[in-house]
């Protein structure tokens, strides 16, 4: 079992819908990402969390340390926002080092 | 700008080559690292460096080697013994005192 899991793997909306992606994991952490790589592959950062509540325009992101459980939430979703979008933990300690999902492949349909 | 440049985009070569992958970055970031990313997997770390002049190995470091010679720059060595070296390779950079990090375009490496 990996140690972050999302689901799902894959999802297709049609344009105007509300979009959840969800992130579980089985290790303690000290700050859990969100990131989205577009076709070509460069990853942009969108979110960093490590309790309650973040929002940026159409998105939104929640964690619940107890649960060990994330959520990617996206409102009135846009082919734009296609992309895969990866979930990402960072353990303890000093090296930065990241735990990443498999990824969920989102594509919004016009 | 700043940024994280890696170079080339795409890469070719033949079975038995070394090839290395650049990775640049003008952000004044300490902390570099280096992973790979293969399709239904998540990406893997496989090599860090922490400052100038000294790297750690990931969790699939081996056939792989790095260099921390300056602050800037993180080049990624994959060498004939990796046995499966076709895969997306992603740079990435991070100040010491932060959790986040970020991320160059990519080098998508087929050996042939």
């Known amino acids: 079992k990996n140690e972050v899991e999302q689901s799902p793997q894959n999802l297709t909306a049609q344009e105007g819908e509300f979009i959840t992606i969800n992130c579980s994991y089985s290790?303690?952490?000290?700050?859990l990402h969100w990131l989205q790589q577009h076709p070509g592959g460069g990853i942009v950062s969108l979110f960093m969390?490590?309790?309650g509540k973040k929002k940026h325009g159409r998105l939104i992101a929640t964690i619940n340390i107890q649960e060990k459980h994330s959520s990617l939430h996206i409102t009135a979703s846009h082919p734009r926002d296609s992309a895969v979008y990866i979930c990402?933990?960072?353990?303890?300690?000093?090296?930065?080092?990241?735990?990443f999902g498999t990824g969920t492949l989102l594509a919004v349909q016009p | 700008d700043g940024g994280i440049t890696q170079s080339p985009k795409y890469l070719f070569r033949k079975e038995g080559q070394n090839v290395t992958l650049s990775c640049e970055q003008n952000l004044n970031h300490d902390a570099m690292y280096w992973y790979r990313q293969d399709p239904g997997q998540g990406l893997r770390l496989i090599y860090y460096?922490?400052?100038?002049?000294?790297?750690q190995k990931g969790d699939i470091a081996e056939g792989y080697s790095v260099s921390r010679e300056k602050k800037e720059s993180f080049p990624l060595t994959v060498t004939s013994a990796q046995k499966n070296p076709t895969a997306f390779y992603l740079c990435a950079s991070a100040r010491q005192d932060s959790n986040e990090q970020f991320f160059g375009p990519g080098t998508r490496l087929t050996v042939l």
């Open positions: 290790v303690g952490i000290s700050a």
């Open positions: 990402a933990v960072r353990g303890g300690g000093a090296t930065n080092k990241l735990i």
């Open positions: 969390l490590s309790s």
């Open positions: 460096s922490q400052i100038v002049n000294d790297f």
